[in-house]
């Protein structure tokens, strides 16, 4: 599903943010990518998802070169920042229709997926207020919603955890491993070890821009547990 | 004082670098922000010296020179408080570093006092801009000696400096109604486009009556200034530059006791304000009913006009040279007899002159120019979603046709009509017109894309002060005034040269612009 291949980025200045990185996420997977601050998470998900342009290696989704293919790469994606700004000056509603516009999504599909998503994370009666209005779970809820009704092949989430209620988040892990039984797969980032460890396939850890230990989550953590496999990792311990 | 010191620092650092790009480095964005200064201040002196030249050359025969000064006085009044009453709202209450500039351990009155400075020193620029050069004028055209002594510069530079603490606190008060209707009115971007449109037929038919008053200034002078006591502190200011230091007193404390009052006042009760005004909690009624499919143009097309008609910020300060265009048409056929009288004259080059008036409004709707940075920190969304750069751009430029063209053959077509024009003439003004209006466009998307602005702390800035937005303002009517000059090499050859210069040199520009946009576009989104 998703190919990072010998992907490096560096910054203007000649700060290498990532350097030769190279993963491969496969259908059905949820893909953790953890690190400390400043080790290159963010700058990956970003090129991941197209927002962010990159030098050298490729990236290929479902197929699609993001480089070559973007659109086509982009439309099978769905990519939530780890402090999603959406416009406030459109109401909820407004920016879930403008999302399923820009995504070709069908009045029908979204009026369901909608309804379905937006109940669950008990959104619907905010949907007419401009978002504006909104609060920082609020928000959070209705960016997910956005990503879910696109039913991505490859739903990339930085920091997906913050703001969110514990039975949000609870919500959220489950509609993320029902994505992965349809087929799709997850790439995300997150300091919440514990989440990781439950959730996770596979776990990639990166350091200073470099991978520095990825494979399936049981093998990586063995009898430890992956707080300890990271801290010794990181040298903390 | 440290502390305000500080904070003013921080206000004034962010209304200086509004100005520049923000992925400019080193000389390079310095270079872009006073580009930006000596843009508005060239254009503010030009006008100033223009104006206090024809008033002091009618004034000083009959040694009024003081209605100069009151007139002018007048003017920056008002264009200071056209200028700030809706920065207000973003500078002052709407900053988005207000929480954590208000949870640190420095009085709310000094954090206010410190926007409000910065507030002030927007006006004193423009208080500068206008008075100062009315002094020179003074100093080299009166008869009455009165300009050449130290002291009335010494009265006139304190009258600069006063008269901006009262344009400030009538603008902070006007700007604190602004973001109070905001936060209260359910329809807020409505309501506060209906008090912004009160406020500027209020101020349209104030400079309306005063351009009466001035053209019978020569005639009349002391009828009108005995009949300018509702202005008093101004008569006082005027009085005062030219010598009563009592007068100039009372001036000063005109000016000072409600700045103060505005300051302390307001300054006891901000953070309840700035809690007021930001106020909006999220209704929970919303029922779900089937939504509608459409294209991917179509919802960014929405998503820009939801923005324009929304913010009325922008739609007021990139749309008000529409309204000025459908109200002109409009005038221009209610009026007919008054304006063929008016342009009746021998030789008034009607056409030339119908064309530059429309290019003259559409230059003030830089509606592209600032569209780009005012996706800011919602780049995101775009730049993940699955289009190609190019129809992003094209969906700007193409909003702002939407809105332009329009208005821009109805004002072309009424003009048309009440001037009596022929049908190639009628044609011609639409062609030249049109061009213009899709070049100015163009332009306006390059100049968003070239100065960007993604890291402004408030949209007013990227509205109101931003470089792309000021270059597209004042680049097209140096184009406009470039066609002006090849109409009038033109009309030394031959008829037909006068009107098809002007014409190759808009499609030319129109023509550059659309091949740079398209070639360079999509790569300078990308590099955003």
């Known amino acids: ?237 | 004082m440290k502390k305000f010191l500080t904070l003013l620092k921080v206000s004034i650092q962010s209304m200086l670098l509004s100005s520049t790009n923000s992925r400019g480095r080193g000389r390079k964005k310095a270079a872009t922000g006073l580009g930006a200064v000596v843009v508005i201040a060239g254009l503010g002196l030009y006008l100033s010296g223009f104006y206090s030249y024809m008033l002091m050359q009618a004034l000083a025969p009959s040694h009024m020179e003081i209605l100069v000064f009151i007139f002018m006085g007048m003017a920056a009044l008002v264009g200071g408080l056209l200028f700030t009453t809706f920065a207000v709202k973003g500078v002052v209450f709407g900053g988005k570093d207000n929480d954590l500039l208000l949870s640190m351990p420095v009085s709310s009155t000094l954090l206010m006092a410190s926007r409000v400075t910065a507030i002030y020193l927007e006006n004193l620029l423009f208080s500068a801009f206008v008075l100062l050069p009315a002094g020179v004028v003074c100093t080299i055209l009166t008869q009455s000696g009165v300009g050449h002594s130290l002291l009335f510069w010494a009265r006139l530079v304190i009258a600069a400096l006063t008269l901006p603490l009262l344009d400030t606190a009538l603008s902070v008060l006007l700007g604190a109604l602004v973001a109070f209707l905001s936060a209260r009115v359910s329809k807020g971007a409505l309501g506060q486009n209906i008090v912004t449109g009160l406020f500027l037929v209020v101020v349209f038919y104030f400079s309306f009556h005063l351009n009466r008053m001035i053209s019978g200034l020569a005639a009349n002078a002391a009828g009108i200034k005995d009949s300018l006591n509702w202005a008093a502190p101004l008569l006082w200011m005027g009085e005062g530059i030219l010598g009563d230091w009592g007068l100039l007193l009372a001036f000063a404390a005109c000016c000072v006791i409600p700045f103060a009052l505005v300051v302390f006042g307001l300054g006891r009760v901000y953070r309840q304000a700035v809690t007021a005004f930001a106020a909006r909690s999220a209704q929970s009624n919303y029922k779900l009913s089937a939504q509608s499919a459409s294209s991917q143009k179509k919802a960014l097309l929405r998503k820009e006009a939801q923005r324009f008609f929304g913010t009325p910020m922008y739609f007021w300060n990139a749309g008000l040279g529409l309204i000025m265009l459908l109200a002109g048409g409009a005038a221009s056929l209610v009026m007919r007899e008054k304006l063929l009288a008016f342009v009746g004259m021998e030789g008034f080059p009607l056409l030339p002159m119908a064309a530059a008036v429309i290019c003259f409004c559409l230059c003030t709707c830089p509606i592209a120019a600032p569209s780009v940075s005012l996706e800011g920190k919602y780049l995101w969304i775009l730049r993940e979603a699955p289009m190609p750069g190019s129809t992003l751009l094209w969906v700007k430029v193409g909003f702002q046709l939407l809105l332009t063209l329009p208005c821009t053959v109805i004002a072309g077509a009424c003009i048309s009509i009440a001037l009596g024009f022929h049908l190639w003439q009628g044609a011609t003004l639409l062609i030249a017109t049109l061009l213009f209006a899709v070049g100015h466009a163009l332009f306006g998307m390059l100049m968003g894309l070239t100065f960007p602005k993604l890291d402004a702390v408030n949209e007013t800035v990227i509205i109101k002060q931003s470089l792309a937005a000021t270059l597209a303002m004042f680049v097209p009517m140096a184009a406009l005034a470039a066609a002006g000059g090849l109409y009038w090499l033109g009309s030394q050859m031959t008829g037909w040269a006068a009107l098809a210069l002007p014409l190759l040199l808009f499609a030319l520009l129109t023509a550059v612009c659309a091949a740079v946009l398209s070639k360079h576009g999509p790569v300078m989104l990308q590099a955003l």
Not at chain 1, 130 to 143: D, F, V
């Open chain 1, 1 to 237: 599903m998703l190919r990072v291949e010998h992907y490096s980025k560096t910054y203007p200045g000649g700060k290498k943010a990532v350097d030769n990185l190279t993963l491969h996420v496969q259908p059905g997977e949820i893909y953790g990518f953890i690190g400390h601050n400043g080790a290159g998470k963010t700058t990956t998900l970003r090129a991941v998802a197209g927002v962010m342009d990159f030098t050298e290696g490729t990236i290929t989704i479902d197929g699609h070169d993001i480089k070559k293919d973007p659109v086509g790469a982009k439309r099978v994606t769905a990519f939530l920042p780890d402090n999603p700004d959406l416009y406030e000056f459109m109401k909820g509603i407004d920016y879930l229709n403008f999302i399923a516009d820009l995504y070709d999504i069908p009045a029908g599909q979204r009026t369901a997926d909608i309804g379905k998503y937006a109940g669950a994370f008990e959104l619907t009666g905010n949907l007419g207020s401009p978002i504006g209005s909104y609060s920082h779970g609020m928000r959070q809820k209705l960016a997910l919603i956005s990503a879910f009704i696109r039913r991505p092949r490859l739903l990339i989430l930085d920091e997906p955890f913050v703001g969110l209620d514990p039975a949000a988040a609870h919500l959220m892990k489950g509609y993320l491993a029902e994505l992965c039984q349809g087929g799709s797969a997850v790439f995300f980032s997150t300091h919440v070890l514990e989440v990781a460890e439950k959730l996770c396939h596979k776990i990639a850890i990166i350091k200073h821009g470099r991978l520095v230990k990825s494979g399936p989550t049981a093998e990586l953590v063995g009898d430890s547990s992956l707080e300890d496999v990271f801290l010794e990792l990181e040298g903390e311990k």
